[in-house]
């Protein structure tokens, strides 16, 4: 990847470059679905995982859980979870801006003092778009937009999906950026554009041929 296609993968619709990956083991549950696809989902995430080199715990001391994800059908379901409101600011808004865009899909993360990625929050919403999509490339998906904190328009024109041999596989150039991503000499958090070029060079170390 060049520098410029990092760069814009993290600049923001305002015009910030911001950076984050998670800054503690990754304490998953999912609510929704049933075993068959919740075993997808964790398959997913133990690859992700794996690929960055980052930990995934059975709790988190803090929060019990620290990434929550949430199959549904309408998004007025959040508003009878308990306690969900605690979870999601401005909850009620929030709701009504999604059913009024017709929204399928939404992220939400909570940072630590440093900025790292402390929680997140994926709530999907099974419309007839989402409902055609495979499992495992639904999973996938969900994963790679969660392991680090993405620009809001990063997958707008492009998917870090691709398809081979029948199977959905992230894309080479970007299981080598989430690698380069969390390689230990780069910071968890980065607001400076400069910390694109640092990823382009090392996205090229860790890509597979």
């Known amino acids: 990847m060049a520098p410029e296609e990092v760069e814009a993968l993290f600049t923001r619709s305002s015009g910030q470059y911001l950076f984050a990956r998670w800054g503690r083991p990754i304490a998953p549950v999912v609510f929704g679905v049933e075993e068959a696809t919740l075993q997808v989902v964790k398959g997913a ?3 992700v995982a794996a690929l960055a080199g980052h930990q995934l715990a059975e709790t988190d001391p803090e929060l019990g859980s620290n990434l929550m994800v949430f199959f549904f059908r309408e998004w007025k379901e ?3 979870v308990p306690h969900m ?5 401005d909850l009620e808004p929030l709701v009504q801006r999604l059913e009024a865009a017709e929204a399928n899909q939404y992220r939400f993360f909570r940072f630590d003092k440093q900025g790292a990625i402390r929680a997140a929050f994926v709530f999907l919403r099974m419309d ?5 999509v495979p499992a495992e490339t639904l999973a ?3 994963v790679v937009q969660t392991i680090l904190l993405w620009s809001d328009e990063a997958f707008r024109e492009q998917s870090p999906l691709a398809v081979a041999g029948g199977h959905t596989i992230l894309r080479p150039d970007f299981a080598g950026l989430i ?3 969390y390689d230990p000499v780069m910071p968890a958090v980065a607001q400076d554009a400069s910390h694109a070029l640092r990823l382009s060079a090392r996205v090229g170390m860790y890509a597979p041929l």
């Open 45 to 47: 995430l133990e690859a």
């Open 78 to 80: 959040l508003t009878e």
């Open 140 to 142: 996938l998906s969900q």
């Open 179 to 181: 690698k380069a991503a």
């Open 85 to 89: 409101e605690q979870l999601v600011p």
């Open 128 to 132: 007839e778009e989402l409902s055609k």
